[in-house]
């Protein structure tokens, strides 16, 4: 049953959460879109970014594997840690931080490729090119994404002949094939039916046995319906953030009362 | 099974425990009210904060379902019929609860003709049965089964309907029997009640499994 009302306890690898935020500031040139953010994420767990589009919630997420580092302009002030490391220090190396770090994009981006070689991808680069080793974490990696049975058959095919539900979950597969211990995924089902929705999002109650997992959703119902935590980000401010039933049940802030009862945003 | 799907499994597994308890607090109940046994009766008052506990984690939990998941068609209507049935519940162990106050305030033994005459033990042991048999029907989604019980509550009703008239006879004969007599009447009203309950029960049931609404039909 859900657990008891009242704080859920947080589950902390060796003193540290999983993943932190502490007064973080991020710039696009002079445009502040992040103010003050501090949050902390334990291990796994499922925990769901809202808020209303241009809220800061995507950029928030990127933070967590440094593609903002890509934008012109960007700026960052304040601390991001992982596993209580700070991943923008002068000698972190992002190579390593992707490998603990998967990402999941709203669009499904499989390359056009077999099913097996998006998977093994993530490896073969990594210079693993034993065919035993590639074929037990491609099976174990399908499997996991829930996606093994629909394709074991066919694993030549390529993979934009998946459907696009189909092709979410290879792209997961295709992320945990490199065994990261952190996913982060911007809108993993907004371009999805709703059943290919709730393949999705039972597949994410799944994953947070051995994943930490960190959501952005326009959906509201989908955080709730998934997640033990939820942040509710609003003009780039984290407004409010707390367990997942307190949010959706009681939350303190009028604004994320009226955003999750759809009176705004 | 979906994150859904394990929380209404869940869901129905506490609200089979509290129905449960609700029967064994019944019988208890009537246990000590038949044998005027104090401590039995004592039993029956300290389970009551436990059924009350229950109560108010059923009703969270129905709570949170709703606030996360949005449950919709067959799911929705199980919800709400848990949230109803959860409330019947809780009431029919205040009864049973009130019960056994009397026992413990009254405290002396009641002319057995006059609780022969009413039928309490026929009562006590209908509104159990039909407790029982909801039970049944909850836990294998028997709607004809739910029907039956719901049905039955007539036979509580006729029971109680009757008592007046006997009890009044009773004490016309012998004045000295006014006041257990009231206490009686009490009991019988109490159990007339517990009926009531059981009989909303297999309504929510029905409600939840065939999508029909029962309450304020006049069949039984």
Known sequence: MLKESGE????IKGGSYMLESKNVNVFYGDKKVLQDVTLQVPENTVTALIGPSGCGKSTYLRLFNRMNDYIENFRKEGDILIDGKDIYRKDAEIEELRKTVGMVFQKPNPFPKSIYENVAYGLRIQGINNKDVLD??????????ALWDEVKDDLKKNAL???GG???RLCIARTLAVEPSIILMDEPASALDPISTAKIESLIYELKQNYTIVVVTHNMHQAGRISDKTGFFYLGELVE???TKQIFTNPKNKKTENYISGRFG | MTHLEEELKSLKKSVLEMTALAISQLKKAKDAYMNMDTEIAQVVIHNEKRMNAIELSIDRDCENIFALFNPVASDLRFVIAMLKINSDLERIADYA???ASYVVDFDQDLRAELIEATKLNLMFDIAISMAQDIMVAFDEEDDKLAMKVYKKDVEL???NKNSSSVICDFAKKDPDIIVQSLFLFSTIRKLERVGDHIKNIAEELIFYLEAEI??????G
Do not use: P, T, W, Y
């Not at chain 1, 859920?8 to 589950?11: E, I, V």
């Not at chain 1, 037990?136 to 994404?145: H, N, T």
């Not at chain 2, 029962?214 to 069949?219: A, D, F």
């Open chain 1, 136 to 145: 037990e974490a491609v099976e174990k990696s399908i499997k996991k994404a």
């Open chain 1, 161 to 163: 002949a998946l459907s």
């Open chain 2, 97 to 99: 609860e009130g019960i």
């Open chain 2, 214 to 219: 029962l309450k304020h039909k006049k069949n």
């Open chain 1, 241 to 243: 953030f707390g367990d």
């Open chain 2, 157 to 159: 009703n006729m029971i």
């Open chain 1, 8 to 11: 859920m306890k947080d589950r």
């Open chain 1, 166 to 168: 189909q092709q979410q």
